[in-house]
């Protein structure tokens, strides 16, 4: 599938949407009439072709813009992308499954060339070239983790191993839902799901710790997580919160539409063979409520799902100030008909 | 999700490194380069002898950069061998094929730490291979101290000493050597760690001595090279299946399953990874917890069990599958 | 108090003597001063003579005599403030050998400082015994400017950098010895609750 990437906005004049293509492979969440919390981790093998499960690393039409407005976000506080000492060596082992995979996955767009540890990488879209030292930082323009970071879709996140402890010692965080990198960098598994309410009850925090703590060598996962946002906006940090926030105030009828936006994060997590670090990658898809409704089994589903949701959720997802205009424009799209299960269109 | 992909490879080269020590050097079926790994790590050999399957851990020794082989080694246990290790030497030759998991690590060097005192016995050495290669090309501060019963039966005592100087110590028991772990620990700077491995009393008496130092329990870890010992037999019913399964004496829980087509989670096969751990719904008489991973709270609840290690003495276990 | 059902909340299980630790050092401030006591009554005096108090808050002569009487046989040293305190911490653990066990009782800030300077000399919190003693206040840190605020009581709190009205969070960080500070009248400017005093 050749790809057109277009040029696009997250802020400001939000200039994003989705081309029909595009919007046939969102990956919808729900693949039942209520909403359930569940750790639904699957084996993260290749999926269907086209769609956006087919190769570890998904790079659609968005790439080019996304990866410019991460450069915007990256240049106003420099604290979105962290790592502490001791990950090095996992820094550069994200760097190495991130460009094979690339430029293996997408060789029209991306070239590795390795001999020995001189490795030559080129990089269509965004016109890089760069040669560099496996194994050297002083070759590179940023740490490893920050030059291939600004070079792929989604936020990443490095878990050090310790003590039966998953310890969130790095990562790139430009478009997080709500969280601070910077605040909770260094935490374990635990702390930095603190805020999550609900799971921690029902012991999902502790099944998900134990399986990811016996995660395999070429062995990858992933799971699907979901939030609303208003505006097409990838920079929705704690840290810029006093400016955004007010977007959820501005949700009427007639706005539901275009403004509220289901965000989806496909969330990967490999092992990584020389440091025995985890790499979690939290991929996000954007989809107005406009496109959504254009597959009728969504259109349906999700009003169904937001009715069903909990108060907690509500709150943590910072839902509340615009949930119920959304259920009511959904109804108009909800005619009661059954819909089938899993979350693809019909 | 039981066990991980496995690999197929050839015994490309073995060597008797020691009395009874063997090593071998294992290739991919097709050359294809094997995954890295890190220090600590350690396979799963997966062993076909006669009509009995047999998974053995072996930690693996080499350079984790070295994607060409991976180097195991193997004690001949000799007459409480029943198992994997007299079939590697007696039956596994070059030219064999085998099939192993991809590395996993249950005893990783603490990244935090500012210094690494490594404490090996005998056979315990192995986990140390690979973590010294990896600690030394991190600059790490280490030191060894290796104790075997003399030169003969002690493997790679001149390699490490040549390769990393005064870092290593080896002593040796027929000539009255201990490791004077007392003087080794009471002299160490704030931030350094403590990994033992090898026979289990000399487990228990590193960690009590550093305990007795006033070294915190974060800083010291383990590996037990333990493989499930025999018993009595026993029944297994199966709560969601209605099946009852028996349990030969030499045989694990988790090895009568799959013997009998059950597919049941496991990882590391020695009690340490916690994969394998199944809930149990009635028991006749006490569970015999042998494994390194439940609390001593979830032991004596005998609501838990770890499959591949743990039995009971006679009688029935009712178990949640 | 200190409990909460958010899972970063540190929790303080209580000072415990360490009896093989060749040296104990302690941190504390006059609330904790008490737990230390305490603590020297539930072991044997060769625990306390192994045992510097670091007493990281100012005190009267008066006081200070007290203490040393209550906490002899151990070696108790003054500083005026927490950050000076914090500052003698680092000199003890400078050079010291393994062997050393680090106890921390007081305030949350105090606490949280104490395991924050310990991470430097790659000392794990859960080595550290900790006691929570005397107020509740909080050391906050505004998500927005990253400015510190200091022995909070109330939520919300104003931002004593850049004046945002923050509510604060149980989230904590043990990197930052901080709780979070959020803007909470980001959506809707001016609806604020009003202010309680949570954290006297
Ligand atoms: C993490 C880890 C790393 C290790 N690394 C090394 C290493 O580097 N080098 C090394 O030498 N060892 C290592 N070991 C130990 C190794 O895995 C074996 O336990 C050891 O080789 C002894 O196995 P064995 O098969 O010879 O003997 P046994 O322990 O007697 O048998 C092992 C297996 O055979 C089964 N068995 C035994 N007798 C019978 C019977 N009569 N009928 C049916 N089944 C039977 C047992 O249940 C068991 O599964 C490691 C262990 C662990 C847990
Ligand atoms: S398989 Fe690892 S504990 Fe049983």
Redesign the interface.
Known sequence: MALTFKDETFRDDFTFSNSPAAIRRFPFPFVEDKYMYSVNIEPHTTGPEGSVFEFPFDIDEHYVSEMRDRAMVLQEDPARCQALPHMMMAQWDMLELVMMSMARDYPDLFTLTRDGSKWHWVNRPLKIEQTFTFGDASTLPYEPMEYIGRQVQGDFSIQDQRDNQLWMDAGIITSQADWSLDFDVGMNFFEWHGPVPLAHEAGVFERALKFLLNLQISNPVRRLNWTMTINPRLDTSPENYHKWGKDRTTVTPENVGQKVHLRVEMQGLFRLPRSNAILFSIRGYLLSLDQLVTVPKWGRRLHRVLKTLPEELIGYKGLSRYRDTTIEWLSKYDDGAPTSRGGGPD | MSGSLLRRVRVAEVEQVANRIKRFRLVDIDNAPLSEFSGGSHISVVMHSGDRLMRNPYSLMGSPTDTSSYQISVLNCGNDSRGGSKFMHDAVSVGSELEISEPLNLFPPCKLARKHILVAGGIGITPFMSMMNELDALHCDFELHYGVRSLEEGAYCKYLQSRYGSRVNVYLQDQGQMIPLESVLGSQRLGTHMYVCGPKPMIDWALQTAELLGWPAENVHSEQFSAPPPGKPFVVKLAKSGREIEVRGHQSILEALEEHGVDAPFLCRGGACGQCETGVVSCDGFIEHNDHFLTEAERVSGKKIMICMSRIPSGSITLDL | MTIS?????PTYPGLSP?H????NIIVCDKAGAEAVTELFSRADDTFAKRSTVIVAEGTTDQDAETLKTALAPATVGFQPSLETGIARLREF?K???????LYAAGSEPLIGSVVQAAAD????H??IRTEHRGSLKRRV?C??C?GFTENVTTNPVTCSHCG?TLMV????????AAF?G??ID????GEVPETEALYQ
């Open positions: 059902t958010l899972k970063s909340r360490d093989n630790a060749r040296s653990l050079d010291a050998p393994m062997g050393l066990r000399y790659s000392i794990d859960l080595s840190q998500v927005h990253k945002l969070r149980d989230h904590y960080s043990r990197r930052l979070q959020v803007c980001a959506e809707v400017p």
